[in-house]
């Protein structure tokens, strides 16, 4: 008795489906909680916020390159993962 086309169909659209939620739930297990890496930033940048002039968004004391540069090694810290 020959199987049926429209079985064979859905059998297939359900595995295919079915895979891509296996998928999805294995990349959500490996991947580092991100609440939990947003806290980190969150934190380093108030400590950055706690060098700079109370009252303004970015200012750092010096010349406008070296504001630059600190605040550019400062977010590449923040950023790594």
């Known amino acids: 008795m020959k199987i049926p086309t ?10 295919l489906f079915g895979g ?5 739930n ?3 297990i490996n991947m580092p ?24 968004l970015a200012t750092v004391p010096g010349d406008d390159a070296e504001a630059f540069k600190s605040i550019a090694e400062e977010m590449g810290e923040i950023l790594k993962v």
């Open 6 to 15: 429209w079985a064979i169909v859905i059998g297939i659209c359900l595995m």
């Open 20 to 24: 891509c939620g296996v998928g999805k």
């Open 26 to 28: 294995i990349q959500a």
């Open 33 to 56: 909680s991100l609440p939990e890496m947003q806290q980190n930033m969150i934190t380093k940048m108030h400590s950055i916020g706690a060098e700079t002039s109370p009252g303004t």
